[in-house]
């Protein structure tokens, strides 16, 4: 069964990593601008890195059968120092017109700063501006619920943005429904020992519904599986669901999420 993974970080990944994802149905990735394992001293850094996102990238995946797309932004993590950060924002408009660049994103929350929500809503006004999709980084753990509250008030102060054009990520069990009722799209993210494992993900989509919701696995430099979507698949059918429901959800909700952008396209998939 096809599928898409529409949050994933592969410049952590190998290219075996590549070659089980289309070989388990994957059909296309996009992948959000985040933190590179270590702090980068300058914006040539970033510079590099968005290169990376849309030119090399895409030619790795396509070997493989994979549509690439990505995200840009600088990421929450490295976005306490806004001197730094809004030199990283200021290469981004010459990258949007890129093929494959759906957005800004993940923009986001790390620590719930001052600072860091700052720059979420510069670069919230920034997406609104280049007229872009978002996709939100929240916080971990116990900084979650209240992140998350943060994020959907800053994104309601813009009242340019269309909520049907956002997709809040990391959702869990007590952050999904705040999330869904502001009228945003949710994602949950699949991590072997945090965020929701395929059972909890499966349990969710069973107590809030498959509508404006996706899964992705967000696959990074951590502890974390490129196959957590196809073992969601493998739960939820394991459960009964039935093969309409669960192409819905790892298939037809991201397509429906990223064909908002024009850019995005699987012809022929």
Known sequence: MRYIDPHIHMVSRTTDDYRSMGQAGCVAVTEPAFWAGFDRSSAQGFYDYFRQLTEHEPRRAAAYGIRHYCWLSVNPKESEDVTFAREVMELIPGFISKPN????????????TVNELAIFEEQVALADRLGQLILVHTPHLEDKLKGTRLIVDAIRRNANVDPERVLIDHVEEHTVKMVL???????ITLYPDSKCTPQRAADIVETYGHE???ANSAGDWGHSDPLAVPKLRMEMARR???????????????ARFLGQCPKF?????
Request: charged share 20%; proline share 2%.
């Open 101 to 112: 660049v759906l957005g800004i994103g993940e923009i986001g929350l790390n620590k719930n």
């Open 181 to 187: 009722d502001a009228g945003f799209w949710a994602g």
């Open 212 to 214: 404006r919701l996706w």
């Open 240 to 254: 009964g669901h039935s093969l309409q429901v669960i192409e819905r959800l790892l298939y037809e909700n991201p």
């Open 265 to 269: 396209h699987l012809d022929g998939v």
